[in-house]
């Protein structure tokens, strides 16, 4: 006999799950108690949307369920927003709900929410177990469900009285994702694609990806081939930016010259991706529903297929499996696009050539010059949301897989949490965090996670005092007409101090260098708080200058 909240443990152990991240409520203290006798981690969070935030962090960098524990009502609610980013993202991660008691459901008790219908559209599946019993049955499911086809969050309600009961139930056997496999068929008619093409391009996304598949079989396919790669949206890590068969992201801001080389191909392989909204440049690199382009379109599950773009070829296979079985194919010698090769990668390297000069005594290009060439090649970068992250998606060249954590969801305060999350995972490697002001507001309080585990994250906050993407379209749309976009901040540096971590502030740009190595050196989380003129609100262009171009 053994309680549910003991059963929902063991099916965590099975399933080799070595941390969770929680905020704690007494509506799941039998987990709690249950935890208390495993080897299991228990991350303590300071928000329950941080700790959602570090579960996607540990799902996006392992490919493994995250795990979050959150109690009821607000609870569930502040975590919302990392469910969101997951789903949108396509990572896999199990939110577990602490719920009221079976007595009091539909009474709008305390805290009282129908999570079916909150989480209804923003969770692959949602559940609320009912009987402890079926605790074997229902988690195996739901890593199942989490990890097969595209990968994506799942919540999971429990309430309270469940959780304490006690049960016979089967042992708890670890789930088994569904994998789904290219026919032969298939890779005939996308090689013969290929050898009849004359301008193809190749765009890496998604997830269910790996170190071996992004740095050695996708790799090898563009070699013999000699294909142009470029990678989706917030996905750089999937392809070497130094390899000379690299063309660039396919984002928001992209380079002209990439954006025409997409829509002038003839034909494009899309693997992994579901080339939504912000990749696709609103859906005009690839016109919905029908491509100018010949598209070969590799998704793991079937329902992306046709979603949005009718392919040429849809093929219902992971990234690993069509990348392994197509790598078996050899390309021609000298295909003649080869040249063409050459040239994006060229380009590549002209767009990510930082400016050296702009407005104010704190200059981004030259700290993002620095950065390249002191940062090991196996550093994580994390950030939010913002104008901000330009300087990082643009400017710094990703060399290895698991090396990246931002939300194409575009979601704030994602960051600060996420570098938690990498940094307890891999401690051995240097963790950096960009935020901007606002973003580092929204969930900057998990420093003070970092500073309880001793995991020395850098967080380098770019200070300009406004919400600076959204300024940057309220000048474009209604130049002059300022409203709700400036923001009065704390002194980070200190802020990081009185969390008991080290803390700089730049305000010119060789006060960086220095502050970066003092920051290294203290072995503590730190922030570096960089004092940025508004004006620099891109690298390119200043605020006066979309002001005024109006």
């Known amino acids: 006999m053994k309680t549910g909240g003991k059963l929902i443990v063991d099916a965590l152990e099975a399933n080799g799950v070595d941390r969770i991240y929680c905020v704690p ?49 607000p609870g569930a609610t502040n975590a919302s927003a990392g469910v969101h980013i997951a789903m949108q993202d396509s990572i896999p991660m199990i939110l577990f709900i602490g719920q009221v008691a079976s007595h009091a459901k539909e009474r709008e008790a305390f805290q009282e929410v129908n999570y079916r219908r909150f989480f209804g559209d923003i969770a692959k599946w949602v559940v609320e177990i009912d009987d ?57 008619r996308v090689e013969a694609l290929l050898n009849a093409a004359k301008r193809p391009f190749v765009i890496l996304g998604g997830t269910r990806w790996d170190h071996r598949l992004a740095f050695n079989d996708i790799q090898a396919i563009a070699e013999s081939w000699s294909l142009p790669v470029g990678v989706s949206f917030r996905r750089q890590m999937l392809f ?4 000379p068969n690299y063309a660039g992201d396919v984002g928001i801001g992209i380079n002209p010259k990439l954006g025409a080389r997409i829509k002038d ?6 693997i992994g991706g579901r080339f939504g909204e912000m990749p696709s440049s609103d859906y005009t690199l690839l016109k919905s529903p029908y491509p100018d382009q010949q598209l070969v379109h590799v998704h793991a599950d079937p329902d992306e297929l046709g979603r949005v773009y009718r392919p040429t070829i849809a093929i219902n296979a992971s990234p690993a499996t069509f990348v392994r079985a197509f790598a078996r194919r050899k390309g021609p010698a000298a ?19 930082p400016p050296l000069t702009g407005p104010g005594p704190v200059q981004m290009g030259p700290i993002m010059n620095w950065l390249e060439k002191i940062l090991p090649e196996d550093a994580i970068l994390t950030n939010g949301a913002g104008n901000y992250a ?9 060399r290895r897989y698991a090396t990246q954590a931002a939300p194409t969801s575009g979601s704030m305060g994602y960051g600060t949490p996420a570098a938690v999350a990498a940094k307890g995972l891999f401690p051995d490697r240097e963790v950096i965090a960009f935020a901007g002001d606002g973003c580092f507001m929204m969930n900057g309080q998990e420093f003070a996670t970092a500073v309880q585990y001793g995991l020395p994250i850098i967080v380098i906050v770019v200070n300009n ?15 002059g007409r300022v409203e709700a976009t400036d923001l009065k901040n704390p002194d980070f540096a200190a802020l990081a101090r009185a969390y008991g971590g080290h803390g700089e502030t730049v305000r010119e740009t060789d006060e960086f260098a220095p502050a970066f190595e003092r920051a290294r050196a203290s072995g503590k989380p730190s922030i570096i708080e960089i004092k940025l003129d508004p004006e620099a609100i891109t690298p390119t262009r200043t605020l006066s200058d979309i002001r005024d171009r109006r």
């Open 240 to 243: 070497d930016h130094l390899h």
């Open 465 to 479: 005092g406004i919400y600076g993407t959204i300024r940057m379209h309220q000048e474009r749309e209604y130049p």
């Open 132 to 188: 402890a019993a079926r605790i074997p049955e229902l988690l195996t499911r739901a890593f199942s469900v989490a990890t097969s086809g595209r990968p994506g969050p799942v919540v999971i309600s429990l309430p309270e009285d469940m959780l304490t009961s006690e049960v016979e139930a089967p042992a708890v056997l670890p789930a088994v994702a569904v994998e789904t496999h290219p026919g032969e068929a298939e890779l005939d």
């Open 25 to 73: 409520g007494e509506s799941y203290l039998a987990v709690l108690d249950a935890l208390h006798d495993s080897k299991i981690q228990s991350v303590v969070c300071r928000q329950e949307g941080g700790a959602a935030m570090m579960a996607d962090c540990h799902g996006r960098l392992t490919g493994k369920p995250g795990i979050c524990f959150v109690t009821r009502g």
């Open 265 to 270: 191909a003839d034909l494009v392989l899309l």
């Open 335 to 353: 295909p003649g696009w080869a040249e063409e090769t050459k040239k994006a990668h060229a380009d590549y390297l002209a767009w990510s050539t």
């Open 390 to 398: 330009t300087w990082v998606h643009r400017f710094h060249r990703f």
